[in-house]
């Protein structure tokens, strides 16, 4: 039976935990704080849960599964090379992103002022418009490991449609 449907929905999320002394790269850009992520490549944790929301909705499994974490070919690497590479992916099965809804969930630093920034370089590492990107910023109000400033975590739904 062939599939008809010309949108599809997929949902994305990562956590990376925080280290003193490490950077702290969010949305493809970099924010100043005494913590950062960790990771095997620069552990964008928002870019990761895109990357995933988008190849869940193309049926194309995971990030981990296309850019393994124990490959030394994507150990430091720039998340925005991902991003690029899973947008070509999904591309050559004629999807397109129709929108994306991203929440980034993160005790500190505040990164509200950063969210313009972050739109505009992810937009255009995507070939999208600032419109189609929404990204949020949220704590969790002092409890669990976000809570405790042990980790970060990213939530992203998008929704693809077929050129």
């Known amino acids: 039976m062939k599939n008809n449907f010309n949108i599809r929905i997929g949902y994305g999320y990562d956590v990376h935990q925080l280290k003193l ?9 970099h924010i100043l704080h005494n913590k950062g992520s960790v990771g095997h ?20 499994r995971d990030i981990g599964f296309h850019f393994p974490d124990n ?9 925005k090379i991902l991003l690029r590479n899973v947008m070509a992916l999904v591309r050559k099965k004629n999807y397109e992103i129709v ?13 509200n002022s950063y969210v313009p920034e972050m739109q505009k370089v992810l937009a255009n590492c995507m070939k999208i418009n600032v ?8 704590t969790s109000e002092k409890m669990g490991f976000i809570g405790k400033e042990k980790g970060i975590a990213a939530h992203v739904v998008v929704l693809l449609k077929i050129e």
């Open 41 to 60: 490549s620069d552990a964008d944790v928002l870019i990761h849960s895109i990357c995933d929301a988008i190849l869940g909705a193309a049926n194309m």
């Open 131 to 138: 419109n189609q990107l929404s990204i949020k910023a949220t």
């Open 99 to 111: 929108n994306i809804d991203s929440t980034i969930c993160l005790e500190n630093p505040k990164v």
């Open 21 to 29: 002394g490490e950077d702290l790269i969010l949305g493809g850009i």
């Open 71 to 79: 490959s030394p070919e994507y150990k430091g690497v720039d998340s």
